[in-house]
């Protein structure tokens, strides 16, 4: 199969270090607060992704770690952006709640809408511009509430995908589903409710589709310019198949923040102004 060249688009991030990471509380089954988290490994790796994307010419903003919120290096969650217009967020556990005021105050310049739902900004919420002129998608099932999807559509005035999500490895919509570019996803059906598999075989027929293997590594948990797709090293064969799709794969090395039960994509917020 031929593809045009994918192109990248340049983009704009924000991330928070793993200065206070920590496995203290277990609030999705892939954290284990028996096994210590090695902090200067986490926060090596964290660098050498952030230096990943800048050297792909994308600016990355840097959001400062507050001690007592260890999980606030996965900055995905703290609010979702569309065209300038940020959905704050509303954490489900009380743990993380203080994180969504530390990004409410990163968007000062910015259009904000507090929420009244609970949503856990990226983490449950992608965003593809060029999909039927402009799509959100929407998880829902373990931590974002069916009520905040709506929300975000008034907020935000894009349509509104809801996507029910099945399997509690995959808590977060981008456990399991990816924006390749600007209109392709990636995803892994089995996380999904048969009815939303099947929204999402409607939808998105070009779909790359993964396996329960790769979702597992967090290979769908990826962050694309369009063109370089990154990915943590686990995700290999995730990897050649967005090769096969016309993609640069570029693995970076993140497992000690799999640890908390995140990846890339975790720990990247994209800014949309
Ligand atoms: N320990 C965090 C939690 O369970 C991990 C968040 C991962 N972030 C994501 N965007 N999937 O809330």
């Known amino acids: 199969m031929s593809h045009g060249e994918r192109l990248p688009r340049e983009r704009m991030y924000l991330m928070c270090p793993p200065e206070h990471f920590t496995v203290e509380y277990t609030i999705n089954p892939w954290m284990?607060?028996?096994?210590?988290?090695d902090a200067g490994l986490a926060l090596k790796q964290w660098a050498l992704l952030r230096e990943t994307l800048t050297d792909l010419g994308h600016r990355v903003h840097v959001l400062d770690a507050e001690p007592g919120l260890p999980d606030m290096v996965y900055a995905a969650n703290g609010a979702f952006?569309?065209?300038?217009?940020?959905?704050?967020?509303?954490?489900?556990?009380?743990?993380?709640?203080?994180?969504?005021?530390?990004?409410?105050r990163f968007y000062q310049?910015?259009?904000?809408?507090?929420?009244?739902?609970?949503?856990?900004?990226?983490?449950?919420?992608?965003?593809?511009p060029e999909a039927y002129g402009g799509l959100i998608l929407a998880g829902y099932g373990f931590r974002t509430e069916p009520a905040a999807h709506a929300e975000a559509q008034e907020v935000l005035g894009r349509p509104v995908i809801s996507l029910r999500l099945v399997d509690p490895a995959f808590y977060h919509?981008?456990?399991?589903?990816?924006?390749l570019d600007?209109?392709?996803?990636?995803?892994?059906?089995?996380?999904?409710?048969?009815?939303?598999?099947r929204v999402l075989a409607q939808l998105f027929p070009d779909a790359v589709l993964a396996d329960r293997a790769d979702a597992e590594e967090f290979g769908l948990n990826l962050v694309s310019d369009g063109r370089h797709v990154i990915l943590n090293t686990q995700a290999m064969a995730m990897g050649e198949k967005v090769r096969a799709a016309g993609y640069t794969p570029v693995h970076v090395e993140l497992g000690e923040l799999k640890r908390g039960g995140g990846s890339i994509k975790c720990v990247v917020a994209e800014l949309r102004p």
């Open 182 to 197: 600007d209109r392709r996803v990636a995803y892994y059906p089995g996380a999904f409710s048969p009815a939303s598999q």
């Open 32 to 37: 284990d607060t028996t096994v210590p988290v």
């Open 173 to 179: 919509l981008d456990t399991a589903l990816a924006a």
């Open 81 to 104: 952006s569309v065209d300038g217009t940020v959905y704050g967020a509303r954490f489900r556990y009380p743990q993380r709640a203080d994180e969504a005021a530390a990004h409410r």
């Open 109 to 128: 310049s910015w259009a904000f809408a507090e929420p009244v739902h609970v949503n856990e900004g990226e983490g449950d919420f992608a965003y593809l």
